[in-house]
C-alpha cells in the first residue's frame, strides 16, 4: 500500500499480549475501516494463551507481525513504529477498537492543515474517544496539550492520536524508564518539540479501561518523576 499527500496511508500500530478474547474485534475494526489506505502492524510479546493463533488466522489482513519477548509495552511499541510506512500513525490497543471512519476522520483531518506537504510536517491530531467504564460509554474529548501538561496529566486519550512521521522524528522513541507514563512524556515532548497540535472532536475509538495505566499508586509515583526529570530544579 502506498500514501500520498491527498490519500494518506494510516498505519495502525497494536501490541499485543495475551488478549485473545479481544484481540479479533480489534482487527475486524482495522478491517472495517471507510478508507482504502490502512495498514496494521502487530508486536506480540510472545503470547501463550492463543493469541498467536487469532493472529495467524488473520494473517492475510496484516501487513506484518512478529511474535517474540519483549521488555514491556513501550519497548514493543518502539519495535512496532519502526516498521510502519504511513503517513499517520496511531498506537490500537488490542482490547480497543475503531470507528469505522476513524482512518478517514484521521486523514482528512491531515490533509486539511497540510494540503501540500502531508507527510513532512511534524503534525499530531488528537481525537475523540468513546471511553468504556463498567458497562458505561462516555465521550472523551481531547484536552489542551501546552507547557502545562508536564505538571498535569493531559487529558488525551493516547489511542486516539494520529501522528506523522516527521512528529514522531521530533519526539524520539518512547522512554522505556516508564511502565504507565511514557505516552504522556511523548506527548509533551512533542510540544516542546513544536509539532503543530490539531484538534479533532469526532471519535475514532472504542476505549476500554483497565490495565496497568489503572494503577493508581504507580500512576501516581511516575507523574511525580516525570515532572522531577522535566524540571529538574524543582
Known amino acids: 500500500r502506498q500514501g500520498g499527500p491527498t490519500r494518506p496511508l494510516v498505519s495502525y500500530v497494536t501490541v499485543v499480549r495475551n488478549a485473545r478474547a479481544t484481540l479479533e474485534r480489534t482487527l475486524a475494526s482495522v478491517r472495517a475501516q471507510q478508507w482504502d489506505a490502512v495498514e496494521h502492524i502487530v508486536v506480540d510479546g510472545?503470547?501463550?494463551?492463543?493469541?498467536?493463533?487469532?493472529?495467524?488466522?488473520?494473517?492475510?489482513?496484516?501487513?506484518?507481525?512478529?511474535?517474540e519477548p519483549d521488555a514491556g509495552l513501550y519497548d514493543a511499541l518502539n519495535k512496532a513504529l519502526a516498521l510502519v510506512r504511513g503517513d499517520l500513525v496511531c498506537?490500537?490497543?488490542?482490547?480497543?477498537?475503531?470507528?469505522?471512519?476513524?482512518?478517514?476522520?484521521?486523514?482528512?483531518?491531515?490533509?486539511?492543515?497540510?494540503?501540500?506537504?502531508?507527510?513532512?510536517?511534524?503534525?499530531?491530531?488528537?481525537?475523540?474517544?468513546?471511553?468504556?467504564?463498567?458497562r458505561r460509554r462516555k465521550l472523551w474529548l481531547p484536552g489542551p496539550l501546552n507547557a502545562g501538561s508536564w505538571l498535569r496529566c493531559p487529558?488525551?486519550?493516547?489511542?486516539?492520536?494520529?501522528?506523522?512521521?516527521?512528529?514522531?522524528?521530533?519526539?524520539?522513541?518512547?522512554?522505556?524508564?516508564?511502565?504507565?507514563?511514557?505516552?504522556?512524556?511523548?506527548?509533551?515532548?512533542?510540544?516542546?518539540?513544536g509539532v503543530r497540535i490539531v484538534h479533532c472532536a469526532a471519535p475514532t475509538v472504542h476505549y476500554v479501561t483497565g490495565g496497568l495505566s489503572s494503577d493508581f499508586r504507580r500512576h501516581v509515583k511516575e507523574c511525580a518523576r516525570l515532572v522531577e526529570l522535566r524540571f529538574p530544579a524543582l
Open 46 to 67: 510472545f503470547s501463550d494463551d492463543g493469541t498467536l493463533d487469532i493472529i495467524e488466522a488473520h494473517a492475510a489482513q496484516i501487513d506484518y507481525y512478529v511474535s
Open 91 to 134: 498506537v490500537l490497543n488490542a482490547d480497543d477498537w475503531l470507528t469505522p471512519d476513524a482512518a478517514a476522520l484521521a486523514a482528512h483531518a491531515l490533509i486539511r492543515c497540510a494540503p501540500a506537504t502531508g507527510i513532512s510536517v511534524p503534525v499530531m491530531i488528537l481525537t475523540s474517544a468513546w471511553l468504556h467504564d463498567q
Open 155 to 193: 487529558k488525551i486519550c493516547h489511542n486516539g492520536v494520529y501522528a506523522t512521521p516527521a512528529a514522531m522524528a521530533l519526539t524520539g522513541p518512547y522512554d522505556t524508564r516508564f511502565r504507565i507514563v511514557a505516552d504522556t512524556h511523548w506527548l509533551c515532548a512533542a510540544f516542546d518539540a
